[in-house]
């Protein structure tokens, strides 16, 4: 996407996406609606992002502003800590709860989870793999080692259980100790 539109109004508009979102859902979401709040053409919108999907898709990326991949200080322990850290409890909640929205929204909408899966999904696997190979490099974890394939569902895992079993999000707190008891122990960290 060759962006005519200012970082900073680009930035406004992914907010105004998020907002929507949150207020009405992705079914109810319209192009007419975030024109309306945005104050833009819908003719921009599509001409810029070309669909809905993508254009949630892409709002939903922007709001990671530390990817996965940049993350490198030197141990897998402080590499998850600092992914963990990447929002704070209040965004982890609201995000938490758009993307359980999202997720069954896909069901329905195969161009959502195809725009979804190329604009946030395999960035953040890309980015989860490099973080854990650099791991197996410096000799943390045995490059056989079997959870390593399982990292990402574990991760999934966690958001969604703590919602299910203790009908709470996951934190920042629940986060950090899940890490620690259970994906570094799988890895042998």
């Not at 990326?61 to 993350?71: A, G, L, S, T």
């Not at 929205?101 to 190329?118: I, K, S």
Request: hydrophobic share 45%.
């Amino acid at each position: 996407m060759a962006s005519r539109l200012t970082p900073e109004r680009e930035a406004e508009l992914y907010a105004a996406v998020l907002d929507l979102l949150r207020e009405v859902g992705y079914d109810a979401l319209t192009m007419d609606a975030v024109a309306a709040r945005t104050k833009s053409s819908k003719a921009t919108l599509y001409r810029q992002w070309g669909s809905k999907p993508e254009l949630v898709a892409r709002a939903l990326r922007h709001n990671k502003p530390v990817r996965i991949e940049d993350i490198d200080t030197g141990s897998l322990r402080r590499d998850f800590h600092a992914m963990v850290a990447r929002e704070n409890d209040c965004e982890m909640e609201k995000n938490s709860a758009l993307m359980r929205g999202l997720m069954h929204a896909v069901h329905d909408n195969p161009d959502l989870y195809q725009a979804l899966r190329e604009l946030l999904i395999e960035p953040e696997l890309t980015g989860l793999d490099r973080l854990l190979r650099r791991a197996v490099e410096r000799g943390e974890v045995s490059a056989g080692n079997p959870a390593l394939g399982f990292v990402p569902h574990m991760l999934v895992g966690a958001f969604v259980a703590r919602q299910l079993i203790e009908d709470r999000p996951a934190d920042r707190a629940f986060l950090t100790q899940y890490l620690d008891a259970v994906i570094l122990p799988a890895l042998g960290v």
